[in-house]
């Protein structure tokens, strides 16, 4: 851990008492801990404008499982990108539907890519994708 520096930031009485609110909320042990959270968020997501920063990517899918075109399309898409797709996990939800997280990791703009292809197969119903940087801050 680099050493640790001491700032001062002066903010409106509102604007604190609202960020006092989300820190309550949150459970964060302290102001600080919640300002460094902030800051190492907005760093990332900074980052993730470089095509070539090192990311993960959490991928969401719900489908139906009836759908057996799209798990062949999903397997294969996975298989094709052999290096980026580090993990998945597949849960039923109910009779028809199933939740898979696909995880990539890689170059953010390269897993972007597969990551849309990913949820812009045909019969996915519902789809998020999360991505973050993972370089030290
Ligand atoms: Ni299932």
Do not use: W
């Amino acid at each position: 851990m680099s050493q640790v520096e001491r700032i001062g930031v002066s903010l409106e009485k509102d604007l604190l008492a609202t960020f006092d609110g989300l820190i309550a909320r949150r459970g964060y042990p302290s102001r600080s801990e919640a300002i460094r959270d902030l800051i190492r968020q907005q760093i990332s997501e900074e980052r993730l404008s470089n095509p070539k920063a090192t990311a993960v990517a959490a991928v969401f899918l719900v489908y139906n499982h009836h759908a057996t075109k799209l798990m062949e399309e999903l397997a294969g898409l996975q298989h094709s990108h052999l290096l980026q797709t580090i993990s998945s996990m597949h849960i039923h939800l109910d009779e028809h539907d199933c939740l898979e997280v696909i995880v990539l990791r890689g170059p953010a703009g390269e897993i972007k890519k597969t990551a849309e292809n990913l949820i812009s197969l045909k019969g996915v119903k519902l789809s998020r994708i999360n991505l973050l940087t993972t370089e030290a801050t």
